[in-house]
Every structure is written in structure tokens, then in C-alpha cells.
């Protein structure tokens, strides 16, 4: 049930960050629909919201379910040869798809753009904003609460993004895909959130790419750098699902187990527990996952942060905090395992003693 | 569209086995839908049937897209504890759920029950059959196509299930939970499928409890213990879906990483399309999977056998093969992987470099 | 200083273990002398004694400082091809090098032949019978106190060794280098002991080609094999100083890693503490090593015993029990190892990342 | 035999360097001897040289087999706790036997001085350098043929003692003890490098604490930094003999391994001709090792860098290049040994599938 006066009576982003409040964000789409047989891989684009839109539906309520505040749009990322004649209709069918799951809980509707293939090429701002305005349109007329600029590799084309989105009037929140070494043109992770926030960000962080660990060694460093600058800007960290502590510059991409042996560095919900504290205790308030984060993931977060806002997720009524659940087992050794000692200090095997732990990642 | 003649015109589950076709199970409920949100660990009871039926229906339409031929009933397993009041509820609506998937593709519902917590107390097989008949009532009344008895670890009670299943007329499967050394009382796998197939069962394997390469291997043991013995049974086998070269007689439960963080054991598609050539090679010829296999597992058996089957299943229009669909990556590394060799050989790092890769059971 | 009445006054090895005493054999001259630069990988051979005595007698001196109670003279191995025109001296001087240095000290000197390499070409037990008494000759000649068959893959063979060594009238000990599924042509270890044993060999047991916990099980067999047969014999057990859980009949061979990269798997101080500790749990009488054993794991097993020995050997001069010398380290953190339930528990870490923990064996 | 004009009239370390020669140094006497029963861990101090010089001569010769142009003499290093009444006889025999063995072949004779223990209580230079000056009169005495001032963590106390070793009017050379973070106060290699250079130091580099890898990463700062600073000096490299690539600033005492559970991490021999390749290609003369180095390693640099000199060390005569003495072996799999391409791609297995790759530092 909607609360009375609608969902547009919902809080917005921003005043829900300016209180102080905790937004989770929501989780991987490509590669968990690639898995439930929705995406093909390689091509990574979001017809499925039209061709099986139960299935797009079912992940969105299975993240709301989690504890999600934010259904983000199922729509293109904006590479020219990727947006056939179908992509606006694509477009508009994803934005209905994530207010419709939106509106059966305390979700808000977020629009997303992404880094363009154009860039690489050659770095003619007029036609990549043109092509961010194009899809922007869509979100426009659809009435998205607030817009998403992630997935950049340079901060450069993030400024132009940003730039585009804040013409709609809503919130804007960037997010680049580096890590602490800094974007593609070596500018680091503090100056690229100094650039974000004077063209106008709102909500500034880093999403994809790099494990949990990563991602919050280069949120530091965009604090710092935020806070040096004498900038005041909300954070936020989408996460990839996967350990990538040996991964280089490029990412998760250049790892050799990429994109369809990612399964040992899967990250458990006890690892996801540990890194939405750590984001919390940085003083990130917009916490999500990108691709590899699964409902169970999200949930983490939200039991993680239950204590401080006062409120479980409707996805915990299946999950005991800890594994407690297990301390009626048949069993004891398994019952051994019902507390929270137990899971945050277990070194979990993988099960597969001829393959390394660490890779050279490509390139 | 089901053919003419309606669903029941579907060739069933012996007439298939008896022409050599192949025939693909479904995969995992339990813990798929607990990542989902549905299930909760330590109970794993499917009450979410009636609670959330979209999330059941979809993870069915999933696995039948997949390439399943089999729906098995998300239903209550066996143990007394567990069959409140609302069991019947539940296991009939259960049955309704996978025949309306089953119906819109060339699926058959199996009905499924489970060894019961009794046994370990005491062994009242008076008792334990009434148990398993008033199970076999609901699959009755909602005519299932035929029956599986799964997950035993003694054979002795393997054998009154599938006593009692016959008793309804159609076929019958059963598996067992062991490894190659045999049930909880140390009848061998040769010995456990001679009983089983003495008792009348027409499909014969394991399931759940230990990884693909422990599954084949128990299987070679059934396969030669029925030849030995002159019998002729069809062969089944749902592994789990993770690796586990390190447990003992009492399978994954007892690894440390039960249930919260077996991650970086998950198994790949690649992992998959290996279990099911050496199935097939094996004269295994019903192929499914069970704890851990999600659709992309089930999706590559189809596609592995697709040669011998003559046909893809539907969710492949999603799936290259062998990765081919990374040939037009902008990254020439990248496109590097579009190959089979390249997967088959890829040894996958787990990212956890402080991590073992083998755990000691408990127990 | 030797006692009073001199050497030969010593007690012989069957008084020591008759009266229930621990005997502590020697470590590996072939490897360990290849890494100080006087022996030839692949070749293997031991002229070393004629051509560098003093590494040699060096060697002896450390394992006697060990606290080993048998010099094994460091001859040829009774392979034809290597017996070259100069083995008689060689064989000689190493005899007078082990009576050297054992007469400095609590040992005996111990004469060794191997199995052949005629045996894989063609059984012809004259010959190869032959071959071994050529040797004994040498040994006779030189008087040593007791002598030993070791390292045979085939237990007819190994019973030919120990009854040609039985000729000379001393003490007979043979070990083979099988794992628990037996030897070369499969026979049970519990059956090899019982040949060898009715052959009259006085000590028996295993040596080379398996890692500390692989011999141990061995030895269980071995036991139970003598046992079941009302047999007498003392065990002996000279295990590899390698961890080889990964290897197949061949042993550490067939490892990728045999001979130049065996270096990961190198035991320490405390995996042979344990090692020891079991052995004389098992009623194993006469404890030693093989390749990889460098004086310091002699004086592990000899600490490990010494308070059923009621004495540390002279080594332990330099070693304080469980690392207690780190007792004074400066740093508190260092000062925290200096104890038995750190290093019992420590899990050493490679510290390569980028290799597996097992490996597959060639052949 | 030494040369006609005797050993005097042997080329200088300087005169060497300067004609663009290779020089490589010895490898680890203090774990060495420890592991071979001379040496008290925790102590680490070198009464052996008086206890048991056949020891002592015994690592020298193998050391000078192996292809060392230097013998260190084995002295107590500089920590007045450790310098009782006996130091001075101590370290004159040290002198006495490193040229004794020196004078054996084309091997020079170093004094070696280390970091005080005082410094890290109070940098009270006057009498730092009495201290260093004390040692330095014996090496004076004993007519070395050049100085070492190694294992340093502080570059203030290392140029104290360049100043002092300065003073004797020999070639200096100066290793520090630290990784590319930089020395104890955050000085930098490259820094630490002109600092010691403008001190007089002839030879400048690092030892000890971090693996050959981490070592040339150092060096290439080192290189840079003197470089930059228009400075000229020869380069040293003498690295641990184990891999490190977890360990912080604090070296491999830092790792829960140290001492006594290593073994895993040696380097192998092909370990070390990719590092003396590399010290060689970064333009790095005076290669050798520090704990952890064995004969063979020391062997590995000069076979290595056998094309570049023209010579082979005495101890190839018991070593084929690249593992080629395998290719007689009778087993056709391990004769597929016998190049250097095996070898070099070999990812050696530890054998240990319950221990992890890295570990965490202490401290």
C-alpha cells in the first residue's frame, strides 16, 4: 500500500541525505539477468524490459524486498551503435517498469547514464552531451525523482554529464568506475570529485569495477579530497560484487576470469556487512552495489545498518541476523555456526586447489 | 503454444529415456530463492508458494527457458517438524505452479519427496511410509507426471519410498545423497542402486551434497553395480553446485562455508558443460542439478548436449556459445576469450589470497 | 671423546630398539648436497665422498649433531648404468667417512642398497641378487654395524635385497617407497610387511617419495599387516621432506615440481615435530628422514622425543623448545611466536599468489 | 692456487665495477647455520666462527663453489647487548677464515657492519660511531679488502656509518633495508640513495627483509633517485632469499611466519635468475643474497649471468643449465623437464591446500 497522498508524497533523495538518512541502492541487473537468462553477455543491453518484462519486474521487487530505497531504470548506456531504433521505447518501458515496483514501497525512481563509446574516439563534447540529452528526454517526459550519471572511466566526460543531467531541475549523483590510482587521464580520485562537485553534483562517489575494498580506499580519497576543497557533497559507493585486489587500472574487465568465470570472487553477505559499515563509518549515506550484488547482498546492507535506522528490510523475515537461523539444527557443528564470530571470521575455501588466488590481469 | 492435443500429449518421462533422449532436470530452489529473498536458511521450507508464487513461477519459467524438461514441485520435504498445518496447502499449490510452467513448454512436473527426520530416531517404516503416502496423496490428486524420491542417505529408506511412490502407477526416480564411499551405513553405491532398482525404481542416481566430479563418480560406481548385477535402470544425476573435493561422508553440510559463504565454490558454466559431457558419456541420460545450480547451469547442460539433442534451448538466443559472443569486444584481450580453448583452460583465482582452498569438515 | 672400550663398544641397532629405545636416523644427502653444490641433479651419484669429503663428512657431522643415531653411508644406488669403474672406491671412502663421523658420537654406521634398475627390464633374480651382494662385499669389508634395503617400489625385489643382506650375518632393515595402495605391482603394504618380514628382514618399513602424513598411513597398514600375521618386526619410517597430498603411486616424481621447484613444499620444524610424534604414537621405533630432511628436521623429531628419551641432542644447543628463544625479541609482536600453540597452529602462507596449492602429476 | 703475486694482487671490488664486471656476493649465513644447527634463532649471533669454524669454512667454500667473489666475514653486527667479552676474538677469527677461503679462489674478503641497536633509543651519533669504529678496528687489522654497511632501516644511522667506514681509506658499500615506501622516516629510496652517495659510499644499494622482487623494484627507485641527482655510485642488490609480497614496511619479521615456518616461501633457483636478469638489465653489478640464500642460489646468478661474464662457477660442474640433466631420465615425463621452458612457466604448487597465499603482517 502506497502511503496516503501517493508516491509522490515520498521523501526525496536529497532531503532524505540531508536528514541523514541511509539510501541503499539497489543491485546488479546485466549480470544477474545474464544469469537467469535475460542479458546476453558481450552486448549487455536491456531489451528484456520489453520481451520479458516479469522477469525485469521480479528483480526490481527482489531488490525493494532487500531494502532498496532507489529502483534504478533498466535502460541503454549510451553507446551510439548500441542504441538501435529500439532504445526509446526500450527506454520508457524501463522507467514504468522501476515506478511501478518504486510504488509498492519506499523506492524512488533513478535515471541512469553512462559513460559514451564516442569518448574514446575522439572527445567532441557538443555530440556527446547531444547523446546524453537524447536519453535524458526519455527520463524527462517519464518524470524519473532524480538521475544517475555513472560508469566513467574519465572525469572529463562525468563533467559533461553532469552538466546535461543538471538541466532537468532534479538531483543529480555521479559515479566513476576508478580506483585510487585515479580516472583513465591519471587525475585522482579527490580531484575528480572536486571537478564533480563544482559542476554541480550532488551526490558524488564511485560505482563498478573494483571490489568493496577498493571501492572504499578510493571514497576516502574523494572525502579528502572533497573536504580539502572546502566542497560539500553527499557520498556514494556502488560497489562490484566480486574481490578484485589484483586488478589494475582497468578493472574487473582485464581479469582473465572476466566475464564468465567471476564466480570464485563472488563476495558473500558477510563481506558486504563489513562494507557497508566501513562506507557508513567514511560518512557515505548512498550505498548500493553494482554488477554481481544479488538481493541477498543488498539485504546485508540494509541488516548491517538496521541498528542505526531502526528498521529492517521485508526480506529479513526470511534471514535471521548472523546465520543465528542455523541454532536449531539437527546438527551441532552446524549449530556451532549460528553466530556472528563464526561468520566474520571464517576464511571461506574455494574448493578448487589447482587454481591460484590472485591472476595478471590482461593488458 | 502447447502442441496439439494439449500438454498431456507430451511424451513422458520413460517413453523419452527408452528412445535415449536426453532429458534435463531443473536446478536449485532452496538456495536460489534464499539469495532471492524468499526462503530462509536453517528451516529451507517453501511456504513462499503461497506467500510470493511470482518469485516461484518466475524462478520455474527461468529454469523451463533454461532448457529443463522437468518442473519438480517446490514442496515440503519429509520431516515431521516441518509439515504444519498448512503443508497440504502449500504442496497443492505447489503442484498448480509447476504445471502451469510446465504447460508452456515441453516440460513434465514431477512431484518429489525427501528422506524424513524420523529415520535418524528410529526406523518405524510403518510409520515413515504413512509419512511418504500422505504426501503422495497431494501428488496424486494433482496428477504429476511421475515421481522422484530424493536426497537419502540411507538406503534402506530410499527403498520404502520408492515402494510407496510405486503404489501410485507412474514412474519413479530416485537419488541418493552419497558420495563413492557409500550410504550412512555403508552400502555401496553399486549395492544401494541394485536395492533400488530391486525395489522397483525405473530412474536411479544421486543428488545434492557433493560436487559435479564426486557426482560422476558415485555414478560410474551405480552404473557398474546394476550391470553387475544384470539390472536395467535409467540413470539420473543433480549434482550440487559447488566443489567440494574436501568433505567427508556427510557432503557440504559439514565444510565450514555451509551455508553462508559458499561463494568461492560456486561453479561455473564452464564447470557445468564438463559434468554434463562426462554424464552423457557415462549413459547418464537424465541430467539436472541441484543446491547451487542456477538457470545459466541448467542452460549449460542444454547447450552442451545441443549436439546430440539437435536443438538449443530457448534462453541460449541470450548465450554464445563457448563465450563467442566477446568476438566483438573493444578490447582485443577481451575479444582474446571468445574462445572454447580459452575457458576450458582458464584455472579462475578466487581474489581471496588469504584464503585456503581446501577446508578440513567438521564432524 | 669415545667411551671407554671404544666404539664398537656401542650397543647395536636391535639392543636399542629390543629395549623399546628410540633409534633417530639421518636426513638427505643426494638433495641437500645438490643445493651445496656436490651432487648432479639427475645423475644422482655420490662421488662427492672421493671428490669433496669434507662436505661430506660436514653433512654427517650436522645429522649427528641432529641427533641422529645411524650414519647411512652415502654409496651408490645399485642401478648397473651408474656403477662406473670408480663405485668400488667411492663406496669404501664412504664407509670410512660414516665410521668417522659416527665414532664421534652416539651411532652406528649403516650400509644401504636400493632396488635396481635391471628389475623394470626383466626379473632375473640371479642377477640382480648378484649386483646386491657385489655391494654387500664392500660393506662386509668395511664392517658395518647393521645394513638396510631401501627405497623398492616392488616387494619381490625388496625380498631378494634383504635375502642376499641377511648373508652378512647383521641386522637386516628395508624400507619401500609405496603409499597406503601398495606397491608397484599391488600389493598391500600390510602384505609387503608381511614378505619382508618372513624374509627375515629385522626393521621394516617406509622411506622417500611420500610427504610425513602419507608414510604415516602407510605405516598404519604396514602395522596392521604385521599385526594380523602374528609377525615380530621393528617399524621404521624415513619420510620425504615434502608435503605431497596432490601425489599418485608414483610419489613426488611425477610432481611437476620434481626436482628444481619443490621448494613451497618443504616441511618445517613443526610438521615433523608432528610427524615424530605420531610415528612413536604408532609404536614406530626408528625415526628418520629422506630427500628434503636437513639437519634441523632431524633435531625436530629429536626434540619432539626427548622427553621420552631423557635427552636433547647437541644441536638443540642452538634451538630453544616451540621458538621459546623469541622470548627476548625486541618487538612484542615477534615476542608473541615464542611458543608451542603459535607455531602448532600457524598456517604458513606461499607467498605466491599466483600458484595453486596442488598439482596434477605427469604420468 | 692462488694466482703468482699471491692473493694481494687480485683485482679490487672498485676496479672490478669499474670495468663493468659482474660481482657476485654470498648468500645467508645466519639461516643457514641455524638451519644446519650453528646458530641460535632469535640470537642470531656468530660464535660458531670459534665453536665450529669447519662449519663456518665449510658455507664459505660452498659459497665460493657456488660462484661468490665475496666472502663477508661472519662478525657480530652492531648491537652493544650482543657484543660481550668475546666479540673481538669472535669476529678476528671471522676475518681469519673468510680469507683463508677467500685465498682458496678469485673471492675477496668484506667486513661487514649493521644497524645498532642503541639508534632506535637514542640517536646519539658520537657514540654510535665509537661503536662502529670498534668493529672497524678489527677489520682494519685483518686487512679487508673493502667494507660493508648493511641492514640498515634508518638513513641518518647508515651514513654515520659510511662516515666511520670511510675513515679506513677501503672501497664502502651500503645496503638498506627497505622497500620502495622508503626508510623508517619516510625517506625515500631514491633520497636515501643521494644521501649515502654524497656520504662517500662507492656502492649503494639494498639487503635483506623484502624479496627479490620487491628488492628491484627499490634499486629502480635507488637507480632513479641517484640519477636524478647527477650522482654516480655502483649498485648493490642483495635480496631475501623468500617471497614477500604481503609484507609492509616492516620486512618479512613482520610475517607470521618468521623464523620458523618459512619453507614455503623460499625462492627457487629460477626464481633467482629472473632476479639476477633483472638486477643485471636495471644496470645493478654487485648482485648476491641475503637470509634465505643457499649455495644454489648463489650458483643461479652466476649461471645466469654466465653468457655476460664468459665463465661458468666451480659448482656447474654438478648442474646442467635450465634442468637439462634431466633429459637421460628414464621416465619420457620427466625427461619433458629437461628445458628451460618448463621451467620457467612452472607455478609451483605448495603442496599445503589449507594454508593461505599471503598472510597480514603483524604490527
Request: net charge neutral; hydrophobic share 40%; glycine share 10%.
Amino acid at each position: 500500500m502506497a502511503p496516503a497522498g501517493g508516491p509522490r508524497a515520498k521523501k526525496g533523495i536529497l532531503e532524505r541525505l540531508d536528514a541523514g538518512e541511509v539510501v541503499i541502492g539497489d543491485g546488479s541487473f546485466l549480470l544477474t539477468l545474464e544469469k537467469r537468462g535475460y542479458v546476453k553477455a558481450g552486448l549487455w543491453t536491456p531489451e528484456a524490459v520489453i520481451e520479458h518484462p516479469d522477469a525485469v519486474r521480479q528483480l526490481h521487487m527482489e531488490f525493494l524486498r532487500a531494502g532498496s530505497n532507489v529502483m534504478q531504470t533498466f535502460t541503454f548506456s549510451a553507446s551510439e551503435e548500441k542504441m538501435e531504433s529500439k532504445w526509446e521505447a526500450v527506454n520508457a518501458a524501463a522507467c514504468d517498469l522501476a515506478r511501478e515496483v518504486a510504488d509498492k514501497g519506499d523506492a524512488l525512481v533513478a535515471g541512469g547514464i553512462s559513460q559514451t563509446s564516442l569518448y574514446k574516439h575522439h572527445k567532441d563534447e557538443a555530440r556527446i552531451k547531444k547523446l546524453f540529452r537524447l536519453q535524458l528526454e526519455v527520463f524527462a517526459r517519464k518524470n524519473v525523482d532524480f538521475l544517475i550519471a555513472e560508469y566513467f572511466e574519465h572525469v572529463e566526460e562525468a563533467v559533461w554529464a553532469v552538466e546535461v543531467l543538471k538541466e532537468f531541475g532534479k538531483p543529480v549523483a555521479v559515479t566513476m568506475c576508478i580506483n585510487p590510482e585515479g580516472d583513465k587521464d591519471n587525475v585522482t580520485p579527490g580531484e575528480c570529485a572536486v571537478k564533480l562537485g563544482k559542476a554541480g553534483a550532488n551526490i558524488i562517489g564511485v560505482n563498478c569495477r573494483f571490489g568493496p575494498q577498493t571501492s572504499i580506499q578510493t571514497m576516502k580519497l574523494m572525502k579528502e579530497g572533497l573536504g580539502a576543497a572546502g566542497l560539500k557533497a553527499h557520498l556514494i559507493v556502488q560497489s562490484l560484487g566480486f574481490h578484485t585486489p589484483d586488478c589494475g587500472k582497468g578493472g574487473y574487465l582485464d581479469l582473465p576470469e572476466y566475464p564468465f568465470a567471476l564466480e570464485p570472487r563472488l563476495v558473500t553477505r558477510w563481506d558486504i556487512q563489513k562494507y557497508a559499515r566501513e562506507a557508513y563509518d567514511l560518512g557515505v549515506r548512498y550505498i548500493g552495489g553494482c554488477c554481481g550484488f544479488e538481493p541477498y547482498h543488498i539485504r546485508a546492507i540494509a541488516e548491517e545498518l538496521a541498528p542505526e535506522r531502526g528498521f529492517l528490510p521485508p526480506a529479513s523475515e526470511k534471514h535471521d541476523s548472523w546465520g543465528s537461523g542455523l541454532s536449531t539444527h539437527t546438527k551441532p557443528w552446524i549449530r556451532a555456526r549460528a553466530k556472528r564470530e563464526y561468520w566474520e571470521n571464517l576464511l571461506p575455501a574455494s574448493g578448487r586447489p589447482f587454481c591460484p588466488s590472485l591472476s595478471k590481469p590482461d593488458n
